[in-house]
């Protein structure tokens, strides 16, 4: 059926397509959690205790984020987190860009078996490998800093797969053209084939920045003081210690995912169109 036809019918019934009855309702019932976390966040903490609980607040509330706001530990674990995500996402982007153009451009011995061990890592589960690290990391003293949660995280084997993919997707002629006007690969990298690839590296950015910033396991084994916390890490603790102050515990959760869902919305675009053109190619 061609595009024409789909309008044309979907024009003399619904002005959408009915495949938007079902998707609807299903992305409300997806966000009813976030819903109820920006509701919670503004109620008092009466109405989150009451049983049954409220549905809605009776009134705005901000206690809960003046008191989070007020806490003095608060804006330290929010700029370790800051701190830490975004020099993963950069240096994903620098190591991950360099090593996909290598497998992807450049053929040398044991390429391929060299790729196949990089994306077996995938497969390997954190808990096999914490261990490991963090015996890597005390033997280099970055224990209990924030070195210690950002050179685990420099560069991961899905950024160097993801973009890796994405490159094969280019022509070669750009790049062979730009070969025979004398250009270094280097050159080719960074002034032709990175210029193209926006989609897979905003993708990249937003799937490492998710990832650390919502990482909870590692920071809770590499970090012992409280300066040292990251945002997640941070939380866990704030809450553990004012669990009885609900509409705190709210606020600081609706700080903290309002990062993630902006940065979610700023390349939704982007990575939905690096998702459909990257594909599986060889």
């Not at 959690?33 to 109405?47: F, G, K, Q, R, Y």
């Not at 924030?146 to 750009?174: D, H, K, M, N, Y």
């Amino acid at each position: 059926m061609t595009a024409t036809s789909a309008s044309g019918r979907r024009s003399k019934g619904l002005p959408f397509s009915p495949w938007h009855l079902l998707l609807a309702p299903l992305a409300l019932l997806f966000a009813v959690p976030l819903i109820w976390l920006l509701l919670s966040s503004v109620m008092s903490d009466a109405e989150i205790n009451r049983f049954p609980p409220s549905l809605w607040p009776h009134g705005i509330h901000l206690s809960g984020y003046r008191y989070v706001l007020g806490n003095a530990m608060f804006p330290r674990w929010f700029a370790n987190s800051l701190i830490v995500s975004s020099v993963a996402v950069v240096s994903n982007l620098l190591f991950g860009a360099f090593g996909g153009y290598a497998f992807a451009r450049m053929r040398f011995a044991g390429s391929r078996t060299l790729l196949t061990l990089m994306l077996a890592t995938m497969a390997v589960p954190f808990q096999l490998t914490m261990i490991p690290t963090f015996l890597v990391m005390r033997k280099l003293g970055l224990i209990d800093t924030l070195g210690a949660l950002v050179v685990p995280s420099l560069v991961t084997p899905f950024a160097v797969f993801l973009l890796r993919q994405f490159f094969l997707s280019l022509p070669r002629e750009l790049e062979e053209a730009a070969w025979i006007d004398g250009c270094s690969r280097l050159r080719v990298l960074f002034l032709i084939v990175l210029p193209l690839s926006r989609p897979a590296l905003s993708t990249v950015a937003v799937l490492t920045f998710l990832t650390t910033w919502n990482d909870l396991t590692w920071p809770l084994i590499a970090i012992n003081h409280d300066v040292h916390y990251t945002l997640q890490l941070g939380l866990t603790t704030f809450q553990g210690q004012h669990h009885t102050k609900w509409s705190a515990v709210m606020a600081g959760n609706a700080i903290t995912v309002a990062p993630v869902l902006l940065a979610f919305l700023a390349a939704q675009k982007s990575f939905l169109q690096s998702i459909t053109s990257t594909g599986l190619k060889g």
